[in-house]
């Protein structure tokens, strides 16, 4: 097991959770920045909404991470459930369904009776499974891996606010930093989808225009 907590966090979170993670964040932050109205904010003001924004991010990132680290257990519990079930079968024809239904079905379709017989052996073969369910180091470096995504998408459209005194200028490139990073995240998804990553890539730069456009229209 690698002890490089950040390779273990790529290695448990698939690439597709790490992307839904990172939208997250990003439209978590934007929502926040819908309530500056830029046309009277002053510092106190733009503090406010950092904090506010912070704060959400904070919160979301925790429940999300837990709710990870729930379908993580409740997967373990699956899979354990199925090993239970594989031992204690006394007709090898149940055994050798209870496998397949595990299975994704594609896999499932194509093994004949005699591989189904040769991983039940081997399960046979193993030692007796844990009784209850529990996550592994793994699992709550994932869910880590989750809190940290969440909130550290933030920051790069925080920084404008941070650095410019002028709300409505940090407002206009935080906007910008938020489009660029969603035209990224949905050009990783098409690929990841094997869609036209420039569509998917657009698509997601129009979720973050309508919501530009909802922060200047309630924002001030």
Known sequence: MS????????????????????????????????????????????????RNALGCN???????????????????GRGLSVHHAVRRATDPQLA?????????SVVASVLQPAELASIHQRLLQLPEPPK????????????LGVF???????????IPFIFMHNAAAALRVS?????????GMGYAYGRLTLRNPW???????????????????FGG
């Not at 819908?34 to 003001?45: E, F, I, K, N, Q």
């Open 3 to 50: 002890n490089d907590p950040v390779k273990t966090i790529k290695r448990v979170l698939a690439p597709s959770e790490r992307i839904a993670e990172v939208l997250f964040g990003l439209i978590m932050f934007l929502t926040i920045t819908g309530s500056l109205r830029v046309a009277t904010a002053g510092p106190d003001d733009v503090d406010t909404m950092l």
């Open 58 to 76: 904070l919160a979301w990132g925790i429940i999300d991470a837990l709710l990870y680290c729930m379908g993580r257990g409740a997967e373990i």
């Open 148 to 158: 940290l995504l969440v909130v550290l998408s933030m920051f790069p459209l925080a």
């Open 96 to 104: 050798h369904r209870l496998i397949a239904d595990a299975l994704p």
């Open 175 to 183: 906007n910008a930093i938020a489009i660029v990073m969603l035209f």
């Open 132 to 143: 209850q369910a529990r996550l592994r180091k793994d699992d709550w470096l994932a869910g």
């Open 199 to 217: 569509s998917r890539a657009i698509a997601m730069v129009i979720v973050g225009l309508a919501l530009v456009a909802l922060t200047k229209a």
